[in-house]
DNA sequence: ATCCGTACCATACATTTGTATGGTATATGC
DNA sequence: GCATATACCATACAAATGTATGGTACGGAT
């Protein structure tokens, strides 16, 4: 390769395997090397190993294949969800047949609690929640009153606002053109609860 | 591990895997074989093949080691967009240096030319736009009647709907307690233009 | 019963991949 | 000059990993 100043190739190099990392393809030391034009894989390893060295990467214990990872201090890991095309009445986990594509996102946790959901009809425009707003949920069945949730109403997802009173619960839009949802007795059968909202303005 | 009925045990292993690639981890052959109890390496394998078979993983060509994929999530690449503190007069270049963190971005263009802010006040509520909202921006320096835009107002960034009637220029809040900032001469000068709204409503 | 497909096991082998050892060249500080 | 550090190369080796071959057991279709 011949010589270059002191750090340079290093910061290079940090920049590649963090945006490698960050697609979700770890690569593997050779790969560096021939990304980076080295002719020794010992090359592309020391300069691994002084990043690692530098609490900038972090790396897998005992000689793993594709073993260099994001530290986690760095602001959350950036997981994949998956954006269902519909949600069914039945479990979750059938509706990953028909996927439009998967949202990058920020997660401390398991991103396999995690899916998202595109935002069907005017009922939630009080909480900035617009048609074609995708909404990104926790799975979960249980929420807390005042919590943005999905539910199943029939044979549909919809996104609205838990509310309890007493022993009657309700699924509240937020916008005076639509009626609350009741349930006084039994209850909705929550998906998950709404964690962020998304909303393109325009292809990138 | 004893016979399991048909299908049954392909699909776990589907999960199982889509999970770590959408966590970014790739697992290796034996990793699978593991996770699930198999005492070969080639039962794993088997349901891996059939499962790139069925069209629902893909293989990078030529026996790399990690080397199975989500068929779709070769999309659009994941870029990481500065999300910054605040927005000085002068060229954002300078403005890296205080930055709050980085947002996952899908983008086909050049990540370079995007950064985040978040939106103080509540001039926008009408456009779904709530006061610690995020906007992602493309920098530009020109923007239509009707886009929304980032624009300086003095010292500081603001979010507002460009309008042009005639050789008057406004900037427009969607809030009708806030008035609109016309220039009769001279033009706003334009940061860039919005493509995407974020609203973290839980920390994940 | 026979055939066929699926699910799984045992083992061996070749390639990929991480790692170690030793070397050259250039810059910098003492 | 001399020591030291950085950047890179050449080569070898062992572990990790993908792959191939051949096998057992079970259930359904014909």
Redesign the pocket.
Known sequence: ??????????ERVYRWIRDRLLAGLPP????VQHAF???????A???LE?LVEEGRLE?EA??????YRLPQASGAPTALVPLLGRVPAGPLETAVEDLEGYLPVQSRHAPGGLFALRVVGESMTGAGILPGDIVIVRRQERADPGDLVVALVGDEATVKRLWVEGRRVELRPENPAFEPIRFDRGEPRILGKVVEVRRRLEER
Do not use: L
């Not at 390769?1 to 290093?10: A, E, H």
């Not at 034009?37 to 090359?43: D, E, H, I, V, Y």
């Open positions: 390769m011949g010589r270059t100043p002191p750090g340079r190739t290093r593997t030391v050779r790969e034009g080295f002719r020794s894989p010992q090359t390893r020391e300069h002084a790396k005992g000689g793993k294949a594709r073993g």
